[in-house]
């Protein structure tokens, strides 16, 4: 189980604990966090789970497929660091992991 940091727009962080294997998204859902919707139930059909990866922890996540990428597309005010949480399989090496959540999703 790894703790990861999603930081809302106001800089107001919450924590939580997501189990190995779980995606980032399913923990936020799971955990009832506001501004992860997951509207596709993280079938990357939708970008509703749209998150900003820390500068610090870009490297330590695998690149996002072509697939991720256009659906990145989609998304509200979308950045280099801009990921699918949907997407990102949590693991013990994620463990502090800093997530930043947009805005607003659609």
Do not use: N
Not at 4 to 24: C, K, Q
Not at 56 to 69: G, R
Not at 88 to 106: E, K, M, N, T
Request: with cysteine; aromatic share 4%; net charge negative.
């Amino acid at each position: 189980m790894a703790k990861v940091h999603f930081v809302a727009p106001d800089g107001t962080r919450e924590t939580l604990a997501i189990p190995d294997g779980w995606s980032a998204m399913a923990g936020a859902m799971a955990d009832g966090l506001d501004g992860i919707l997951g509207d596709c139930g993280g079938a990357m059909a939708c970008a509703t789970c749209h998150v900003y990866v820390d500068p610090a922890w870009v490297a330590a996540l695998p690149p996002p497929t072509d697939t991720e990428l256009a659906m990145l597309e989609m998304a509200i005010d979308p950045r280099a660091e801009s990921r699918l949480a949907c997407q990102i399989r949590i693991q013990p090496a994620l463990d502090g992991l800093v997530l930043g959540l947009p805005a607003r999703q659609f």
